[in-house]
Every structure is written in C-alpha cells, then in structure tokens.
Nanobody, 123 residues
Framework: QVQLVESGGGLVQAGGSLRLSCAAS????????MAWFRQAPGKGHEFVAA????????YYPNSVKGRFTISRDNPKNTVYLQLNSLKPEDTAVYYC????????????????WGQGTQVTVSP
C-alpha cells in the first residue's frame, strides 16, 4: 500500500556525516508519522528518530540525540535523517518506517518499512 524507498547510505570515516532520504509513495505522506530504525549485525531493530505528521515534534534516543536530526518535506513526500559525528557503533542498516497511527518509536508501532540503506562507519 505504502512504499518507502531509502537512499543516501554509504561508507564514511568516524566523525563524518551522511544524509539519508526516504521517498514515500502510495499514500498520503502528510498524514503519516515517520521514523528511522537501524539494525546492526546480530541485533534487533533499534529506534533512531521519529517525527510526527506535522513535523513539529521529534523524538530521539540518548544514543543519537545531538548528532542525528530527522526532518520531513511533506510536499516532496520525503523524510530525511541527517547523521553527524558518526561513530563506528552507528554502523547498521538504516530503515525508514511509517504509520498512520501513533508516532512509531518501537518497531511494533510501524506499519510500513523501507528496504533499508547501509551505513558503515570506519574507525
């Protein structure tokens, strides 16, 4: 029903930056709360950031607060995740997620998922 396509991942050195993008289609983007999760090898999905449909409320765990920024451009049906001051422990597949319900701060809250984009941070 809703398709999410992610891009912007890559290989960077510690301390570097990346900007991830998630393009949505097949739904009314402006009505969805959006989030980013990540999955490191051998681990489950970890919450990274979320933003409500209006874009005026954001949520972050302490592990990324101050380094990552989520934003959205509703006319472009796109959500972004700016990754700054990257650390090797940030290495993971980053997934975009959406829900028409509550702001998804846990994987169980998300209704739709993107394919993921790999972020690798070298020491």
């Amino acid at each position: 029903q809703v398709q999410l396509v992610e891009s912007g991942g890559g290989l960077v050195q510690a301390g570097g930056s990346l900007r991830l993008s998630c393009a949505a289609s097949g739904g009314t983007f402006s009505s969805y709360a959006m989030a980013w999760f990540r999955q490191a090898p051998g681990k489950g999905h970890e919450f990274v950031a979320a933003v409500n449909w209006r874009g005026d409320r954001t949520y972050y765990p302490n592990s990324v607060k101050g380094r990552f920024t989520i934003s959205r451009d509703n006319p472009k049906n796109t959500v972004y995740l700016q990754l700054n001051s990257l650390k090797p422990e940030d290495t993971a597949v980053y997934y975009c997620a959406a829900t028409a319900g509550t702001v998804p701060v846990s994987p169980q809250d998300a209704e739709y998922w993107g394919q993921g984009t790999q972020v690798t941070v070298s020491p």
